[in-house]
C-alpha cells in the first residue's frame, strides 16, 4: 500500500543500494536469491523532468535546488557585481533556462550531475556488477507491465507510472514538455546531452523526442 509514495523514506529500504550497505558482506548470496525489478524512464522525458522539478522558476515544482539554479546562472550569465541573484531565485523571479541546464551539464560538470539523482544518469543506481535483474520496465508502461512481477512475488499491486494521470503517456506534460523544449535546442548541443545518457537510452532502445511513438521505446513497435 506504500507504493505510491516512491520518493519518501518508506521506500529507501527497498532500494538495492540500501540493500547492499545493510547486508554487507551478504549482500551477493542475498541477491542471487531475490526476484528483482527495475522501472527506467526515457531520459530525454526525465532531464525534463528533473530540470522543472529541481531548476525552474515554476510555482508548482520549481527551485528545488537554488544552489545549483546559482551556480548555472553565474555560469551562464554575465551579471552585474551588486545584483543578488539569492533572492531572486527565492522569490522565483529568475531561474535557469532549459538550455542553460543543458550546457551547464555539457561542460562536464559534476556538480549537476552528482548533487541529484534526479539528474544522473539512470544505469549508475543498478549495481550492474552484482545484480541480474529479472524485469526491467519502462516506466511509461509501469503499471500494466509489472502486474506479472508482483503476481511472482505474492502481491496484488502495480507499480505507478506517473504522478500525471493523462491515460496516454504521449500526451503527460513532461512529454510534451520534453518534445517542445529539446526540439527547441541546435542539433549540435541535443547530440552532445544524448552522449551524457547514451547508455540509459541503449538500454531499453528509447525513441527519441522527434519520434511519434515517443517517449516509448523503439523495440515495442
Do not use: C
Not at 512529454?175 to 526540439?183: G, P, Q
Amino acid at each position: 500500500e506504500n507504493l505510491p509514495d516512491v520518493h519518501l523514506d518508506v521506500s529507501l529500504r527497498y532500494r538495492l543500494s540500501r540493500f547492499a550497505r545493510e547486508l554487507k558482506g551478504q549482500y551477493d548470496e542475498k541477491i542471487k536469491t531475490a526476484t528483482s525489478l527495475v522501472a527506467f524512464r526515457n531520459p530525454w522525458v526525465r532531464a525534463v523532468s528533473g530540470y522543472r522539478q529541481k531548476l525552474s522558476n515554476e510555482e508548482t515544482q520549481g527551485n528545488a535546488l537554488p544552489k545549483i539554479q546559482l551556480a548555472i546562472l553565474h555560469s551562464e550569465r554575465i551579471f552585474p557585481r551588486d545584483v543578488a541573484l539569492k533572492p531572486q531565485i527565492e522569490a522565483l523571479e529568475v531561474a535557469p533556462t532549459f538550455e542553460e541546464y543543458v550546457r551547464f551539464t555539457l561542460k562536464g560538470s559534476d556538480n549537476i550531475l552528482n548533487t541529484d539523482p534526479h539528474f544522473a544518469p539512470q544505469h549508475t543506481f543498478l549495481k550492474v556488477d552484482k545484480v541480474r535483474y529479472d524485469y526491467i520496465i519502462p516506466m511509461e508502461f509501469a503499471e500494466q507491465m509489472s502486474t506479472e512481477f508482483f503476481k511472482k512475488v505474492g502481491l496484488k499491486t502495480s507499480l505507478p507510472g506517473s504522478y500525471d494521470k493523462q491515460n496516454d503517456p504521449r500526451l503527460q506534460t513532461s512529454v510534451v514538455k520534453a518534445r517542445e523544449l529539446f526540439s527547441s535546442l541546435d542539433k549540435e548541443l541535443v547530440d552532445k546531452f544524448y552522449e551524457v545518457y547514451k547508455w540509459d537510452f541503449m538500454l531499453l532502445d528509447y525513441s527519441n523526442f522527434s519520434d511519434p511513438h515517443f517517449p516509448f521505446p523503439n523495440s515495442y513497435y
